[in-house]
């Protein structure tokens, strides 16, 4: 079975740091993405960041980019989101996903559309406070 644990969640101040972490099993393939997402109470799962091809790409939401780090190990399966620069709106739950077998041409799923993975996490809070 796919499993996906999430880890590094917690709350900070604004402009603080967190680095996430979801540690993926029980698949084999030599093509897949992993993303992050993230649900704040009320509105609906939005894109964060997401690495593919085998880590060569990799796609930020404008709303984070230059502030978060999506990274991958692959040789533990475990992908990281560093956030940097925390802002109060980045409170959400954090969700992991894994989409096996992925296409990387097919961008604009990867990125914004989670309906596109297989397999996710159980999400972990991230809030920040001003």
């Known amino acids: 079975q796919v499993q996906l644990v999430e880890s590094g969640g917690g709350s900070v101040q604004a402009g603080g740091s967190l680095r996430l972490s979801c540690a993926a099993s029980?698949?084999?393939?030599?093509?897949?993405?992993m993303g992050w997402f993230r649900q704040a109470p009320g509105k609906e799962r939005e894109g964060v960041a997401a690495?593919?091809?085998?880590?060569?790409?990799?796609y930020y939401a404008d709303s984070v980019k230059g502030r978060f780090t999506v990274s991958q190990d692959n040789a533990k399966n475990t992908v990281y989101l560093q956030m940097n620069s925390l802002k109060p709106e980045d409170t959400a739950t954090y969700y992991c996903?894994?989409?096996?077998?992925?296409?990387?041409?097919?961008?604009?799923?990867?990125?914004?559309?989670?309906?596109?993975?297989?397999?996710w996490g159980q999400g972990t809070q991230v809030t920040v406070s001003s």
């Open positions: 996903a894994l989409k096996v077998p992925c296409v990387s041409g097919s961008r604009y799923f990867i990125a914004e559309s989670p309906a596109y993975y297989n397999y």
């Open positions: 029980g698949y084999s393939s030599r093509r897949d993405c």
């Open positions: 690495i593919y091809a085998g880590g060569g790409n990799t």
